[in-house]
């Protein structure tokens, strides 16, 4: 649907900038986008490195087995059907992790590691499980403490205080989470009392 969707757009952008006699403008703008860009890449891949590297020699610290260790009771009440699965456990503390710390692109591969573990252990690999339902969830909702992914754009565009957005992101994030696992919960209970009748 996007590939047909985008190129409409690029079409009547350029077919109106050319009957509005705008096409210097459009020109200037798309060059303009482009710098914008570029400078956004570079940030972003600065911040990422910084994150990433953090994230790895916290891997190889006793910083991420601290982590995992606080971070359990609360995978075991989200997660009870993998309550004997280290694996499993270990990857989604490491993904929920990722995303406290904002970094969605780190958090990504994470996920989809400890979906691959999640969906071994599915009897029905035709539908999601329970527990890859959960995860779905809470990478959506995504509880952020350091939104660094945001941080960083606010700083690419120039923004006079790019970390103000911190307490509004935490709100926003902690309700969502909220939300989400409660109306994950509640689905679930739901469909087991269907499945039981």
Do not use: H
Not at 76 to 86: A, S, V
Not at 115 to 126: A, C, I
Not at 131 to 155: D, F, G, Y
Not at 165 to 186: E, F, N, S, Y
């Amino acid at each position: 649907m996007l590939n047909l969707v985008w190129p409409i757009f690029i079409i009547i952008s350029f077919s109106y900038a050319i009957f509005s006699g705008n096409l210097q403008n459009l020109n200037t703008s798309i060059f303009d986008s482009v710098e914008s860009a570029v400078n956004l890449s570079i940030t972003m891949l600065g911040t990422m490195c910084l994150w990433s590297g953090i994230i790895n020699v916290a891997t190889n610290t006793n910083i991420m087995k601290i982590m995992n260790k606080i971070l359990k009771p609360i995978v075991r009440f989200l997660f009870p059907e993998i309550r004997e699965n280290k694996k499993a456990q270990n990857e989604i503390s490491m993904n929920m992790i990722a995303n406290i710390l904002g970094l969605g692109n780190a958090a990504t591969p994470l996920g989809i590691k400890a979906m691959e573990t999640l969906q071994k252990e599915n009897k029905n690999k035709q539908e999601l499980s329970n527990s890859m339902i959960m995860l779905i969830v809470i990478n959506t909702a995504s509880i952020q403490i350091i939104p660094t992914t945001v941080i960083a754009i606010r700083s690419s565009l120039g923004s006079n205080n790019p970390s103000s957005i911190i307490v509004p992101v935490w709100i926003a994030t902690i309700c969502a989470g909220i939300t989400g696992v409660m109306v994950t919960k509640l689905l679930i209970k739901y469909s087991n009392k269907r499945e039981n009748l």
